[in-house]
């Protein structure tokens, strides 16, 4: 299993940015039942929990991301996303997706900065 994630750049303040993460060599049936999540990491600091989508329990926030983070998914695709919108300069670090299932997997960081 692989995990691609994409849509880091760089914004202003208040702006928006949508990442997504796409697992390959997953069966659909097997990604629908995962969880998948999304963590981040900012220089000097350790990886924070941002985001989790569980099967059974739904989907839950950090609370320094509620309501301006949704992290959705399409299982068609065997992607998911995290919709960032009025992102503050403290969000600015690396995105890592996480996924699931009989096993774990990480994905590559995306950047994300967030200009004052």
């Known amino acids: 299993v692989q995990l691609q994630a994409s849509g880091g750049g760089l914004v202003q303040a208040g702006g928006s940015l949508r990442l997504s993460c796409t697992a390959s060599?997953?069966?659909?049936?097997?990604?629908?039942?995962?969880?998948t999540a999304w963590y981040r990491q900012a220089p000097g600091n350790q990886r924070e929990f941002v985001a989790v989508?569980?099967?059974?329990?739904?989907?839950m926030y950090a609370d320094s991301v509620k309501g301006r983070f949704t992290l959705s998914r399409d299982n068609e695709k065997n992607t998911f996303y995290l919709q960032m919108h009025n992102l503050k300069p403290e969000d600015t670090a690396a995105y890592y997706c996480?996924?699931?299932?009989?096993?774990?997997?990480w994905g590559q960081g995306t950047q994300v900065t967030v200009s004052s």
């Open positions: 996480y996924v699931r299932g009989t096993r774990e997997y």
């Open positions: 060599g997953v069966s659909g049936v097997i990604f629908k039942v995962s969880t």
């Open positions: 989508s569980r099967f059974y329990n739904g989907t």
